[in-house]
């Protein structure tokens, strides 16, 4: 037998030789019983209206909903995240706050199918406002924009409204400053001590979110969001807002978007380890693997669970997708 000359201690490629051996010592893993599936609720009835720019998702009327629901539980998946897309809009969003909105009642049409299912609130208004910003507008110096002190106290509100309804968890998403101070002191106020908030903590002003604002219909009826969201260039600041979340009560942060913002993801994780980490993957992460799958040019599910698991490694604990469902059966395999 030849002699091998080179004497290496160790070689990595042993624990690669079969999948089994890979499996084994897999140190980052994707459990279903942390994927959040989001849904978008709509008034009207019988109606399941497919979102062009996200293929397989789509607007759900609640007389749809609770088929969604049953799929969801089948497969595993126990906790969703909702978005309306209310009759109505004005100035303010006041259509977020009615007990009888539509992730108000969405909420309840779930609790009666699956009572056990986590139901996550999110708390905002572009879907709700005319204008399509985040908060009241306001204006300086012949400006407008949102007003941030005025919002506070219309989030508070909305919040309320869905803790009454029945949401397990609040998430407020407009990145509005002291917006889950304001959330956490309405609901203890009201006795709502033990509801988590679930803060959009690190969002972004990014360009990989126009298919949701066509999911959502809540686009920007003028201008952008650069004021309130986050400057994409920006890191160190995503730890300022991270220890601000913490100190008014958050019991969740996130990351939002996903993939490209993975060094955000992994800051935040190694500065707070105590803080369970949420991770937003977009509608236009989600849009791109589809569209190249489709095309042929990647393999959806091999990509999928490849950008999902470098989610998990970066530091993610939770991660909300809409591939959540298809990665569920996927797992379930």
């Known amino acids: 037998m030849q002699k091998n000359p080179y004497q290496l201690p160790f070689r990595p490629r042993r624990l690669r030789a079969n999948e089994?051996?890979?499996?084994?010592?897999?140190d980052t893993h994707l459990r279903v019983e942390q994927l959040i599936q989001p849904i978008f609720v709509k008034t009207g009835s019988n109606k399941k209206d497919a979102i062009a720019s996200m293929p397989g998702i789509y607007q759900f009327t609640l007389d749809k909903l609770a088929e969604e629901i049953t799929e969801l539980q089948k497969v595993g998946i126990q906790q969703v995240i909702l978005f309306g897309i209310p009759a109505y809009k004005d100035d303010e969003g006041s259509a977020s706050w009615q007990d009888d909105g539509i992730v108000q009642q969405?909420?309840?049409v779930i609790k009666e199918i699956v009572p056990e299912m986590t139901v996550i609130a999110d708390c905002c208004f572009c879907e709700y406002t005319s204008h399509g910003h985040c908060g009241v507008i306001g204006e300086h110096n012949g400006i407008k924009d949102v007003d941030n002190d005025k919002t506070l106290v219309l989030l508070a509100k909305q919040a309320v409204s869905l803790a009454k309804a029945g949401a397990d968890i609040i998430a407020?998403?407009?990145a509005?400053?002291?917006m889950v101070l304001a959330i956490r002191e309405a609901l203890d106020e009201l006795g709502f001590q033990q509801l988590p908030i679930m803060s959009y903590t690190a969002k972004y002003a990014s360009h990989f979110y126009?298919?949701?604002?066509d999911a959502a219909d809540g686009a920007p009826q003028f201008g952008d969001r650069k004021t309130y969201q986050a400057d994409f260039a920006n890191s160190h600041l995503a730890l300022r807002e991270a220890a601000l979340d913490i100190e008014e009560g958050a019991d969740f942060l996130m990351v939002k978007p996903a993939m490209p913002y993975l060094d955000i993801i992994y800051k935040l994780k190694q500065h707070y380890p105590?803080?369970?980490m949420v991770a937003y993957q977009v509608s236009g992460e989600y849009a791109m693997i589809k569209a190249a799958a489709q095309n042929g040019w990647l393999d959806e599910t091999k990509v999928m669970l490849e950008a999902l698991i470098a989610i998990k490694?970066?530091?993610a604990d939770v991660i909300i997708t809409y591939f959540a469902k298809d990665v569920a059966i996927s797992l379930g395999q």
Not at 20 to 26: E, F, K, P, S
Request: no cysteine; net charge positive.
């Open 20 to 26: 089994a051996l890979r499996a084994m010592v897999r």
């Open 210 to 213: 126009g298919p949701f604002r």
């Open 313 to 315: 490694r970066a530091g």
């Open 176 to 178: 509005i400053d002291g």
């Open 106 to 108: 969405a909420i309840n």
């Open 274 to 276: 105590e803080m369970p």
């Open 172 to 174: 407020p998403s407009g």
